[in-house]
Nanobody, 113 residues
């Protein structure tokens, strides 16, 4: 059974940094694409960053230059390094694998102004 567990969220001041982790089990992680998404109340979940099995990355325009997605296949883990955080980055962050489609439980990120 595929499971994803996120960690690393918390409360940080604007301009600060956090690193989120997403650890997978029950899947051949090295051949899996992984995405980080975020959601705020009343809004649709949006893609933040995506990394393919080959290491190619893609970012939402709103986080380009501030966030970095990376992966460690030996640890079955994908990271999201978030720098220069802004209050508008406040959301619940989820990781996702598309095949089979699975979501983690989410981790709250709150950025105070």
């Amino acid at each position: 059974q595929v499971q994803l567990v996120e960690s690393g969220g918390g409360l940080v001041q604007a301009g600060g940094s956090l690193r989120l982790s997403c650890t997978a089990s029950g899947i051949i992680f090295s051949i899996t694409n992984v995405g980080w998404y975020r959601q705020t109340p009343g809004k649709q979940r949006e893609l933040v960053a995506y990394i393919t099995s080959g290491g190619s990355t893609n970012y939402a325009d709103s986080v380009k230059g501030r966030f970095t997605i990376s992966r460690d296949n030996a640890k079955n883990t994908v990271y999201l390094q978030m720098n220069s955080l802004k209050p508008e980055d406040t959301a619940v962050y989820y990781c996702n694998v598309p095949n089979p489609n699975r979501w983690g439980q989410g981790t709250q990120v709150t950025v105070s102004s």
